[in-house]
């Protein structure tokens, strides 16, 4: 699979900006031909910001650092996050004291419930109107957790490219939204990698050639599923 030039595989990636561009950057430097074409674009919600009683924060993207970090500019609290790429991105925007989970979300409530004290106060997590998890759920009982949303995922309509090998589904939003468009004519010769499992379920049916799973819902295992475009992928 490559471009008629002689380029590599094309990708096409589904995620919303600006991430798609982080995306792109890292394709571009393994030798893949990366498509950008979101299929979900973020926009920002004007919920109000109630800061009453936050001794803590909880993040599971940078999406999230960095709609709240636009919304005020404090950074005195204790920063907890869902993987080590969130965790960068809140101490680029200024926080100091950050603990990254590694992994998924049930890691970042054990990080949360091993370090927090039973007296330790309210956490906030400021991210999407529609979380693909329940941090507060998966901490119900130990930990006071409360949803902050700052940004909504919503479709753009946008249809996919042509001529494309691969495709990206980086969330399980994204996936709906192209379970919706595509045709089996539109997957039968392709390869679809996704970050999770929750994120390929919409399209095991589709009809793709191959269907791929990060094996960490990361960025870094995504591009390890993706493989090398010196190989048959």
């Known amino acids: 699979m490559a471009g008629a030039d002689g380029s590599g595989p094309r990708v096409w990636i589904t995620r919303a900006r600006p991430g798609a561009d982080r995306t792109a950057a890292a394709l571009t430097a393994r030798g893949f031909t990366p498509i950008i074409g979101p299929v979900i674009a973020l926009e920002p919600l004007d919920t109000p910001l109630d800061l009453t009683g936050v001794a803590g924060l ?22 907890f996050t869902v993987g080590d790429a969130t965790a960068e991105a809140a101490r680029a925007c200024g926080f100091a004291d ?9 890691d970042l409530a054990a990080l949360i419930t091993a370090a927090w004290p039973a007296d330790g106060g309210l956490i906030l ?12 759920g998966e901490l119900a009982g130990r930990v006071t957790v409360r949803a902050l949303p700052l940004y909504a995922a919503v479709e753009t309509g946008v249809t996919g490219p042509a001529e494309v090998d691969i495709i990206l589904v980086h969330s399980p939003r994204a996936a709906l939204a192209l ?7 539109d997957t039968r ?4 990698v996704a970050i999770s499992a929750a994120a390929a379920a919409p399209l095991d049916q589709a009809g793709f050639a191959e269907i791929r799973i990060a094996i960490h819902p990361t960025e870094a295992s ?12």
């Not at 909880?58 to 920063?79: C, E, H, L, Q, Y």
């Not at 010769?189 to 679809?192: D, H, T």
């Open 58 to 79: 909880a993040f599971t993207s940078r999406n999230g650092v960095a709609a709240f970090a636009a919304r005020t500019p404090r950074r005195d609290w204790p920063v």
């Open 98 to 106: 950050v603990r990254s989970a590694a992994g998924a979300l049930d």
């Open 125 to 136: 997590a400021p991210g999407p109107r529609e979380p693909a998890g329940d941090l507060g």
């Open 179 to 185: 379970a919706a468009q595509l045709t089996p004519a």
């Open 189 to 192: 010769e392709r390869l679809l």
């Open 222 to 233: 995504l591009l390890a599923a993706l493989g090398n475009p010196v190989r048959p992928v």
